[in-house]
């Protein structure tokens, strides 16, 4: 089992950044491929970002691709999120995933999440 919290989010310019931060309980952290996904009130949950287990497989929804950046730091139980550039869009509430055995883009895939965090672009 792992508990993941979310921070980072809050109200910000367009073309302005934020860094969102996941942290997770555990002394498996490094077992799991983690995923970044968002919702807005009348939408599907939609995939962000993703890396795998040991950071070297990384994906990204392309509306985002060149703004936002995904990391992890194993000895510190965090994975994050970097936006930059951001836009009206990409309001929505973040949501952080752990995946014990996969590193995938499809949120009904993950059986571990986070409570989320706000994240509001005005223009």
């Known amino acids: 089992q792992v508990q993941l919290v979310e921070s980072g989010g809050g109200l910000v310019q367009a073309g302005g950044s934020l860094r969102l931060s996941c942290a997770a309980s555990?002394?498996?952290?490094?077992?799991?491929?983690m995923g970044w996904f968002r919702q807005v009130p009348g939408k599907e949950r939609e995939f962000v970002a993703a890396?795998?287990?040991?950071?070297?497989?990384?994906a990204y929804v392309d509306s985002v691709k060149g703004r936002f950046s995904i990391s992890r730091d194993n000895a510190k139980n965090t994975v994050y999120l970097q936006m930059n550039s951001l836009k009206p869009e990409d309001t929505a509430v973040y949501y952080c995933?752990?995946?014990?055995?996969?590193?995938?883009?499809?949120?009904?895939?993950?059986?571990?999440w986070g409570q989320g965090t706000q994240v509001t672009v005005s223009s």
């Open positions: 995933a752990a995946d014990p055995r996969y590193t995938e883009t499809i949120a009904g895939s993950y059986p571990y």
């Open positions: 555990g002394r498996t952290f490094s077992s799991y491929a």
């Open positions: 890396i795998s287990r040991n950071g070297v497989n990384i």
